[in-house]
């Protein structure tokens, strides 16, 4: 399949995103149908880096997995109370560094759990698939950091 010239990549993923912004969910095999309905050419491959260049995110929807704009980064408040506990497999530090382990697919949705209620010491986050590193400042050092969000997740669990 020939590459797409730059104003039609532009055109497409302006769509790709409309369409998200209008609240249409789907998988990629879904969104390359879509795009391929209003005339776009494109394969699922091509719709994986547009997804990934819009910013989309890759959450679970019944017993498939859709993608979507996200609302707000993070899962929504009343879930992420629980998600922390449910989705912390391990946890070990090393330096200023905390590496947070969790199920696959699923360190993005960690990473903006810690990144919105900002453990103190807590610079910031990268998530890869079941992976998290978080950064803690020089005085709070790893270590510590790794206990508040053990912490963090030991009371959102139980409540």
């Known amino acids: 399949m020939p590459r797409s010239s730059a104003p039609d990549r532009a055109s497409r993923r302006r769509r790709l995103l409309e369409l998200l912004q209008e609240g249409f969910t789907g998988t990629q095999d879904e969104i390359v149908q879509a795009l391929r309905a209003q005339g776009f ?50 946890l070990t530090s090393s330096g200023n560094m905390v ?43 790893g270590r510590r950091l790794a206990e508040r969000i053990r912490r963090q997740a030991d009371e959102r669990g139980a409540s």
Request: proline share 5%; no cysteine.
């Open 41 to 90: 050419t494109v394969t699922q491959a091509t719709v994986s880096r547009d997804l990934d260049a819009l910013g989309a995110v890759r959450r679970h929807e019944g017993d498939r997995f859709v993608y979507a704009l996200p609302s707000r980064n993070g899962p929504p408040e009343g879930l992420s109370k629980h998600l922390l506990a449910e989705l912390l497999v391990d």
């Open 99 to 141: 590496v947070v382990r969790t199920f696959p697919g699923m360190a993005s949705t960690v990473a903006a759990i810690i990144d919105a209620t900002r453990p103190t010491g807590a610079i910031g986050t990268i998530a890869g698939d079941d992976t998290v590193f978080v950064v803690a400042d020089e005085r709070t050092g």
